[in-house]
């Protein structure tokens, strides 16, 4: 028979009761009336009766629904599914919308690979199904900087868990992330980005120069728009996506200056200086990243392909490329690594070093201005 008393010491009831092997389990209640520490051993010796039969999601809301008779605000109990589901709303109001869509990305993967148990209480998560879900995703051909990038996203929404007191623990920390490896980027020479222009056709000329003259990013290109350009100033000032809208501001080098001064007449404020690039996302098969591999193709250029961390074959080469080039032509002309970091945004030289390229010629000799292409 399950009954309450008092220890020395303590001004909590204690609950004796029998498990459903006959064991005597004795704990505290942390409740200080005798009738509210009965109604709690009782409980406690019902599911401990009923172990065997009773799961986790019974369990949960058998303990909330004693919480509440006790007085004490209920136990929220979310899924794996809604929990997941709304911190990633939340990345979407406060993040840049290529962070979220990446976050969304992983979180989506886990859901699948957890399959029903997406339904159970947050709590049933275990390190193994983190470890699962990543080692699939290595079977899959993911590179480890990818694998790597995918357990951190989850670290950070079982941790934002461990913070609103839903999880004891993050299971996610307990598991080993890969080391990253990622390849090193190759460049173009102003002699290889003459051939890509000669390769391209429409806006893809535009945006090759932008890129090649800003060091921006691709998505950062497409969504240029004229209001964009001071002429007069001589500079172009953007919205940095990846990092929530922040204003890059870059001065025009001639030869892109005077290509959007040919464009006359296409330059209405409001418009996008590329309007046909504009809607078009960078991924898939029909991507502008493809597209632009395409023309490199096209061109006769080596695109590098190099084997990757995982199953895929990876090309060191890509549109991203022209801003490495960017940063590394300002560095063969000699300009110090703190204009240039200003130039391609960056906020860490350990970053910033990650982009630059010196060739044995360029440290002898510092070329004055970045050449333009013929």
Avoid at 144 to 153: L, N
Wanted: with cysteine.
């Amino acid at each position: 028979m399950a009954s309450v008393h008092k220890r020395p010491r303590s001004r909590y009831f204690h609950a004796a009761f029998r498990d459903h092997q006959g064991r005597l389990v004795m704990r505290s209640t942390k409740v200080t009336d005798r009738a509210k520490a009965l109604t709690i051993t009782l409980e406690w010796e019902r599911l401990a009766k009923n172990a065997d039969e009773l799961v986790e999601a019974q369990a949960l809301k058998v303990i909330s629904g004693l919480m509440e008779r006790v007085g004490s605000e209920a136990i929220r109990t979310p899924s794996t599914s809604d929990y997941l589901r709304e911190w990633i709303r939340g990345k979407e109001l406060h993040r840049s919308e290529g962070t979220a869509t990446r976050y969304a990305s992983v979180v989506g993967g886990f859901l699948k690979h957890l399959g029903r148990k997406a339904t159970r209480p947050l709590t049933s998560v275990a390190p193994r199904d983190v470890q699962a879900f990543l080692e699939l995703r290595l079977e899959a051909g993911c590179a480890p900087s990818t694998i790597s990038v995918d357990g951190k996203v989850l670290r950070g929404a079982f941790n934002h868990a461990v913070k609103q007191g839903l999880l004891p623990s993050n299971p996610a920390d307990a598991v080993e992330l890969p080391t990253r490896n990622s390849i090193k980027r190759g460049v173009f020479t102003p002699t290889e980005v003459g051939i890509l222009l000669t390769a391209a056709q429409g806006e893809w000329v535009s945006l090759i120069l932008i890129a090649y003259y800003t060091g921006a990013r691709l998505s950062d290109c497409t969504r240029m728009k004229w209001a964009d350009v001071d002429l007069t100033a001589g500079t172009l000032t953007y919205a940095v996506k990846k990092k929530g809208g922040v204003e890059q501001q870059v001065p025009l080098h001639e030869h892109l200056e005077a290509h959007l001064v040919s464009l006359a007449g296409k330059d209405e404020p409001t418009e996008y200086i590329m309007p046909g690039m504009a809607p078009k996302g960078s991924g898939g098969r029909h991507g502008l990243s493809e597209g632009f591999k395409r023309i490199m193709r096209k061109a006769g250029l080596d695109l590098q392909v190099v084997q990757g961390g995982g199953r895929r074959k990876l090309a060191r080469r890509t549109f991203h490329s022209l801003r490495h080039s960017f940063t590394s032509a300002l560095a063969n002309a000699g300009v110090p690594e703190e204009v240039r970091m200003k130039l391609t945004g960056h906020s860490s030289k350990d970053v910033h070093r990650g982009y630059t390229h010196h060739e044995l010629e360029t440290l002898r000799k510092a070329i004055g201005t970045i050449p333009s292409i013929s």
